[in-house]
């Protein structure tokens, strides 16, 4: 696999003009396509970013993870890219282990390639840990299959795969959206270990308002209540209904 060709890195991001040229210049010098999708920040990442060598996505206004995913997912599809890797903005995903995403795509022939930061989870927040913890043993049972690190944003995808998946959520639930619409529609799911980094970087989760989403999310997974995948005529599935669609609001920098 030409994963410099076939795979373009996915970084949304929230007001991170401090740290994103740095990451966006480690990131390249592994996987050169990056394409930040600055989620109505009104610091300087977009720029910074650019200045790095990234294709920059602007969003006016601040639409939540899921929603700048999903822009950047349908960018990338468009860009014909097969693959995307997504990281987060903040400097908590080391670049370096970008590499064993691409191996352990290539030895399992996994759809989904999930970072793990179990092995290491004492130097995560208490907090994080628990809720962690907690949410994926929820999504495990739902799953029928174990998923030792749930909430990771650190993933490889391929794309061909997710755009026959119903993906609605515009928040943090994107997390847990993903990786149980995987499982449900029989993808294969992988997961490598990698590095948690933790420094002064203020987290972007709401703690009531997130709480919700999630908690509303996972009711309606629960009930069975999620979107289904589309259906075209004569029965037959849409291969590609996509997760959900950009809002407009995007423009390339």
């Not at 890219?81 to 903040?90: I, K, Y």
């Not at 290491?120 to 690190?149: C, E, K, L, Y």
């Not at 990786?179 to 993808?187: E, K, S």
Request: hydrophobic share 40%; with cysteine.
């Amino acid at each position: 696999m030409n994963w410099a060709a076939e795979c373009a890195v996915l970084i949304p991001c929230l007001n991170e003009a401090i740290g994103i040229q740095g990451l966006v210049e480690a990131v390249r010098a592994i996987a050169p396509t990056v394409i930040v999708i600055d989620d109505g920040s009104i610091d300087e990442t977009a720029g910074r970013a650019a200045q790095a060598g990234a294709e920059v996505l602007r969003r006016r206004v601040c639409g939540g993870k899921g929603a700048a995913l999903a822009s950047g997912w349908q960018h990338a599809r468009e860009r014909g890219f097969s693959w995307v890797l997504t990281m987060d903005g903040d400097g908590q995903h080391a670049p370096e282990d970008i590499q064993a995403f691409f191996s352990c795509a290539e030895r399992t022939d996994a759809s989904l390639v999930v970072g793990n930061r179990m092995g290491n989870a004492g130097q995560m927040p208490r907090v994080r840990r628990f809720v962690n913890h907690w949410m994926s043993a929820r999504i495990s049972r739902m799953a029928g299959q174990p998923f030792p690190d749930s909430q990771c944003g650190f993933r490889l995808m391929d794309l061909d795969c997710l755009f026959q998946l119903p993906i609605s959520a515009r928040h943090y639930e994107i997390e847990s959206d993903v990786l149980l619409a995987f499982a449900r529609c029989g993808f294969k799911i992988e997961f490598v270990p990698v590095r948690v980094i933790y420094g002064t970087e203020q987290s972007k989760i709401t703690p009531v308002g997130d709480t919700i989403r999630w908690a509303r999310w996972w009711w309606r997974a629960q009930k069975g209540v999620l979107p289904k995948r589309k259906k075209t005529g004569k029965g037959k599935e849409n291969p590609h209904p996509g997760p959900l669609p950009s809002d407009g609001r995007g423009r390339m920098y």
